[in-house]
């Protein structure tokens, strides 16, 4: 079961990127795919701490890149990846409140979020930096 399908318009045309979004979106896909495995102990706080930490490793390297580049629209980029985090991280406490989460819709958030961020800001940034 598919969380994000990997999409041809999110290619930018930079391999070293286009892998690395690519992994993050496999990665999401197979912790998803484990969670509905019985056999396996990954529950929807692990996924979601799993999810935290890539996407946050991922967000920090090219915010780095951002820096190191002065790049001019660093804030409104490294406000969209704020903007994910906290998702992620208000899913995390409704779960631990036993608020119910519903990970389908979650899912579809973030393949959104994935969609629009990567042809928008991250296309510009790497025409730009890359
Ligand atoms: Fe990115
Ligand atoms: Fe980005």
Redesign the pocket.
């Known amino acids: 079961m598919t969380l994000i399908e990997w999409k041809e318009q999110y290619r930018l045309g930079v391999p070293e990127v286009d892998n690395e979004h690519r992994e993050l979106i496999d990665l999401i896909n197979a912790l998803h795919a484990s969670m509905a495995e019985s056999d396996t102990n990954v529950t929807v706080l692990d996924f979601l701490g799993e999810l935290y930490a890539r996407v946050a490793a991922h967000?920090a390297l090219?915010e780095k890149v951002m820096r190191d580049n002065d790049y001019d629209e660093f804030a409104d980029?490294k406000t969209?990846?704020e903007r994910l985090l906290d998702d992620i991280r208000d899913l995390m406490d409704d779960y631990e409140d036993d608020v119910r989460v519903d990970v389908e819709a979650f899912g579809k958030r973030l393949d959104a979020w994935f969609s629009e961020?990567f042809r928008t800001?991250?296309a510009r940034?790497h025409k730009k930096i890359f």
């Open positions: 967000f090219e980029h969209d990846h961020h800001r991250d940034l």
